[in-house]
């Protein structure tokens, strides 16, 4: 699975040791970094950054963000994976009281806000990278017929998702009707 790490880069100098522990924690919960932008940061010019780090989340099968700190950057980068339908799993250390209000207020199926310390950050990383892989979307032909098209698009604009959303919707509700 192929990672993109963001965070906050106003507290590198003094975050920069629970970073890499972050970094290595990816790897070894079965996930491949895309870029290492903490080294990158130096190396290249605000524009250059700016568009790596765009091409770098777009090859990526799910960011992990570090949200204790609240973070512009790091909030637009959750945005864009959002908006992309991107899972986001948003790590918050457990010892610090603010919260990052716009993260945590943000609605979305794809984002999982995980509170972690220095002794679960793996087991909790390694929990949410399985769930992502269980949840990740795979894609496949569906026929029907002209009516059941007609009713998915006239049920799918009442709802405001697309029909591929609404008929997960459907096919987990009948799910529990069967299990």
Known sequence: MNVYFSASSL??????????RIIKVISKSGGTLISNWIEDKTKLKAGELFEQTIEDIKRADILVAEITYPSTGVGQQIALALSWKMPVIALKRSDVDHESR?????KSQYLKIV???????E????????EVKKSKYIKFNFVTTRDISD????KSKEKSMS???LLR?????????NN
């Open 11 to 20: 507290t590198l100098s003094e975050d920069k040791d629970s970073y890499s």
């Open 102 to 106: 716009f993260t945590l207020g943000t």
């Open 115 to 121: 509170k972690y310390d220095a002794n679960s950050l």
């Open 123 to 130: 087991n909790e990383l390694r929990k949410s990278f399985n």
């Open 151 to 154: 009713l998915l698009e006239k």
């Open 163 to 165: 029909k591929s959303e």
């Open 169 to 177: 919707e459907i096919v987990e509700e009948w799910k529990k009707l």
